[in-house]
């Protein structure tokens, strides 16, 4: 009777143990392996994109690095396209999506998504022919004209909305949007507004024409896999935390109103 009960107490713990192991959070494995996984796309400036050194830099990189320096472990960053993100997560390759992703309906049927730590919102960067021509979103919703947009983007879910009437092509990278308006090859580029801000600020985009006036409402936040609220709070809080202490205030100014690190960008 001893042995049943001791061998079945045993087993119920084993059980009880692996059933705890299965839930964890993703927030709880990497502080088991000392590491926290990140997926992220990097050519989305300034939030995460790629410098001379090759080193993965951006203001929402910032935040994760503050974010695994509060857990107490290293970050490590997992390059990936933009399309492969949510595909990645749910394969276990990273722990979180940390990669200027917006917060949608669509994707929120699929991940989990942090409080927001930025609004940003659409704006479109057009060819010098289109000067006097357009003043509005509305304007190029004609099919007379290209639109170019980023695959995968909010930016193309927002040129298929708004700009159903044109004619629309996709590219993998922003640099490839608006390198195909410098070059006449589309009318228009729709991006989130940091990047065509600072896209703007190029030598070899200098000519192009802008709608500096945001057309949509997106808020960026983290991604993680649909039931881990564990992680959720914890990320909350500290986004909740860094807003209180100055951190968020002094990466943002860094990285928005500063230009010191452009000169370290390809």
């Not at 994760?64 to 949510?86: F, I, K």
């Not at 580029?189 to 409402?217: C, G, K, W």
Request: charge should be negative; charged fraction near 20%; glycine fraction near 8%.
């Amino acid at each position: 009777m001893i042995k049943r009960y001791g061998s079945a107490l045993l087993i119920g713990v084993v059980v009880w143990v692996y059933a705890g192991l299965l839930t964890a959070g993703a927030l709880d494995d990497a502080v088991r392996r000392g590491v926290l996984k990140v997926g992220t796309t990097p050519n989305y400036v300034p939030f995460e994109m790629t410098d001379k050194q090759g080193r993965i830099v951006g203001f929402e990189i910032d935040l994760l690095q503050a974010m695994s320096r509060a857990l107490g472990v290293e970050l490590e960053l997992v390059a990936v396209p933009y399309t492969e993100l949510v595909p990645g997560l749910m394969a276990r390759k990273f722990d979180l999506i940390g990669s200027g992703m917006t917060v949608t309906q669509e994707r929120n049927l699929k991940l989990n998504f942090s409080d927001s730590f930025i609004v940003v919102g659409q704006t479109v960067l057009m060819h010098p022919r289109l000067a006097g021509t357009i003043s509005s979103i509305e304007d190029l919703d004609e099919a007379g004209y290209r639109i170019a947009a980023t695959e995968g983007t909010t930016g193309e879910a927002a040129a298929q909305r708004f700009l159903g009437a044109a004619r629309l092509s996709s590219f993998a990278t922003p640099e490839e949007g608006v390198r195909q308006v410098v070059e006449g090859k589309a009318d228009a580029f729709v991006h989130d507004a940091p990047y065509n801000l600072i896209a703007m600020s190029r030598p070899e985009n200098s000519a192009l024409l802008t709608l500096e006036q945001p057309f949509t409402f997106e808020p960026l936040a983290f991604g993680l896999k649909k039931g881990d609220y564990d992680s959720l709070n914890w990320i909350n809080h500290f986004l909740n935390q860094v807003a209180q202490d100055g951190t968020y205030d002094r990466l943002h100014d860094k990285w928005f109103r500063d230009t010191d690190w452009m000169a370290e960008m390809d």
